[in-house]
């Protein structure tokens, strides 16, 4: 069994993109920038942002963070929304979810200028993902990819079984793992909860993602031997055995899968710290145009 | 065993889409118009779009054929599309594909305003498809949920294998009925030339649809007893058995299939009819400004 060390692989990547940055700026004449809206003072939003405006700092990217009170219209938010699109300083763009309720999420993400959008949640960028054109990947699919493809982990051919079917998780996981080419080219099986025989369908798995949300949901039995496991869930449970009186729970049984599997992701420092680098690697590819080429003033 | 009568039911839903344009002509002041775009003189595309504007006429939709020479460039055909945008009168258009090489059909795609694309090609009635908002669905997929819906064959829990991964068929049809609702809720499993075991795969479904485009590929060792077979190919082959010399296979073995089936497409008339009156649906919508609201002078 080898442990898909999200956390070795996630600081590698890190490395590699500051690595890059005196280059881009040399070549663009500007360092790479991320912008961050974040609406509200909501905690886990807060530490969220906090964590990705660090990630700026440790590559070398510049980063703003612009915050708007709770109360915000929503027409005031797309404003400002408006006016980092045609700021050409700003490479990327994420706005933290969730947004008051008062604010349509689908009408903010759609004004998000689709070369900025690093997130890749704008229509445009996920259908092109499903038809397979060029876009911006959003962080925990993109973060899965890059660590199959650092381990070297075959895929062609392979049935991929994904649990859960969320818009952020479980339906673009499907979508790239069938994908031609690599890594890709799975049979895929996305289950849910209206899923029948579902232990069935998971010892079917060479590779098994689990991103339900259901701490400890996956048990040694649905695991065939030498899958591949990949934990994308994150469920925080009170705890006696640490400090911090809590501990993270993935959706898979570790202690009992692990054995049998031919590779998986711990959690925590697995999936997870991928994710922010994932986001990283956007904006870099953003600075340098590589998906819908440079911007014109005011595009 | 029971045919689904794509034929039957596609007259069915000409005749309600009929009966709603005196309404539509009362309610929006004008007739719902589909304009259609033709590039070369290519003759199945030739005959696509003369059945598409035929089945215009048969409802009462206004229609209008844009011919453009096969050696047009990329930029006179975007000027085309852009000046149909703009026209309020045209609720819907299609541009007839493939394009010749020299010009870019994602490109020509990106630029029809997302609320007038009814064959929903555009990234952004992909995305929203995906991730489960309105949109316009494409025709073929559109096509075989509303057969679907009109037997009212159970979809909820009910595991779909689709054999093929096309843009137009495969990845929306996985993507529809993986999603919430119904036709919809099925456990989906996507497979493809890099599949192992397929075999094994199609036994599992209870409802299988063959979209790979190859003349009678499954057969009956690859069907369930009891599942509901989609029949999405169409190969003309020779033959001494019509006056044309010629007829349509599809990618089910009929003969020894249909016996195990529930329901079964025929080919032809199954899929194929519903094509076209999804087409109409979508332009009807689009009259009606159901997905994306109404449109604005210029928008």
């Known amino acids: 069994m080898i442990l898909l060390d ?24 500007k360092t790479p920038h991320l912008a961050a809206v974040i609406v509200g003072s909501d905690g886990a939003s807060e530490t969220y942002v906090a964590h990705k405006v660090k990630a700026c700092k440790e590559v ?8 708007l009170e709770e ?21 990327g763009v994420i706005v933290q979810l969730p947004l008051p ?16 959008d690093v997130d890749g949640f704008h229509p445009v960028n996920v259908g092109r993902m499903l038809i397979g ?22 895929t062609s051919g392979k049935h991929c079984v994904i649990i859960g079917r969320s818009n952020i998780v479980g339906k673009p996981v499907a979508a790239l793992m069938a994908r031609k080419g690599y890594p890709g080219d799975c049979t895929v099986t996305l289950c849910h909860s209206r899923t029948r025989n579902l232990e069935d369908i998971c010892r079917q798995a060479d590779i098994l993602v689990a ?17 591949v496991v990949i934990d994308v ?8 055995e640490t400090k911090s009186g809590w501990k993270l729970l993935g959706d898979v049984g570790f202690q009992e899968v692990a054995p049998k599997c031919s590779y998986i992701t711990p959690v925590p420092g697995g999936v997870g ?27």
């Open 6 to 29: 999200g956390k070795k692989i996630a600081s590698q990547i890190k490395e590699e993109i500051a690595g890059r940055v005196g280059e881009i700026v040399k070549s663009e004449g």
């Open 273 to 299: 710290p991928m994710t922010i680098v994932s986001l990283l690697a956007n904006t870099l590819r953003a600075s340098l145009g590589e998906i819908y080429g440079r911007q014109r003033t005011g595009q």
């Open 101 to 116: 309720s008062h604010i349509s999420e689908d009408k903010v993400i759609e004004r998000i200028s689709v070369r900025k």
């Open 233 to 240: 869930g994150i469920t925080r449970v009170q705890s006696n």
């Open 133 to 154: 054109q060029p876009a911006y990947i959003s962080a925990t699919p993109y973060g899965i990819l890059q660590l199959l493809e650092r381990y070297n982990i075959e």
């Open 60 to 67: 070398g990217f510049n980063s703003s963070l612009f915050r």
């Open 211 to 227: 991103a339900l949300g259901s701490a400890g949901f996956v048990n040694a039995d649905m695991v065939k031997e030498g899958a």
């Open 71 to 91: 109360q915000v219209t929503e027409d005031l938010l797309l404003g400002k929304i408006d006016e980092i699109n045609n700021n050409n300083d700003i490479d």
